[in-house]
């Protein structure tokens, strides 16, 4: 499986219809999908379909056609997140209507094309699971934490400090958070 860490975009045209493709990372799509109804109110459909892993790792998958025919728009934008084995990401299309219709087979293909187009724009990254856990380091490891986090490419999702140190909440795949810990050794409490 692979996915994105950030937006991707590509436009087609055909007929006279525009399609914009904008292939983004799940946590961007709600937000994404407001912003482009808000910067596009002449567009006539905004499609749109993800794959997300839920917290039991199972994959959940959502095709939408807003208003074109069913089947036509949103099942094949999903298709081609399978097919490129994406997840956690979603791909929204806008679309101007140009004056043809298209046909349901040819929605179909516009509609995959242009997920395709923006999927050909993107960098993939693997994808690998990441757990977060929460550590307490006194002040002077601090500055011990942060360049460890950095060498063992942990991300520090947030710190808090208190009047013992710190508590803070780091972010990285099962390997990662153990190379960090077995770095830090007892200088960390895991919380």
Request: with cysteine; proline share 3%; aromatic share 10%.
């Amino acid at each position: 499986m692979v996915t994105v860490d950030s937006i991707f975009t590509d436009i087609i045209e055909i007929k006279q219809s525009k399609f914009m493709a904008y292939l983004m990372p799940m946590a961007f799509y709600e937000q994404e999908m407001k912003s482009l109804r808000d910067k596009h109110p002449k567009a006539v459909h905004f499609v749109s379909a993800y794959r997300m892993l839920n917290e039991y790792d199972q994959i959940i998958e959502y095709s939408g056609d807003d208003g074109e025919p069913k089947g036509t728009s949103g099942k094949p934008t999903l298709s081609v997140l399978q097919g490129h084995e994406l997840i956690n990401a979603a791909i929204i299309t806008v679309r101007y209507f140009g004056g043809t219709k298209l046909g349901p087979g040819g929605l179909v293909r516009a509609y995959a094309e242009a997920a395709n187009a923006a999927v050909a724009q993107a960098v993939l990254r693997s994808y690998e699971k990441l757990f977060q856990e929460k550590v307490q380091c006194s002040y002077p490891v601090i500055s011990k934490l942060e360049y460890e986090a950095l060498q063992q490419c942990v991300t520090i999702v947030h710190k808090e400090f208190t009047a013992e140190g710190a508590v803070v909440e780091i972010e990285g795949t099962q390997e990662q958070l153990h190379c960090f810990e077995k770095a830090m050794g007892r200088t960390i409490t895991i919380v």
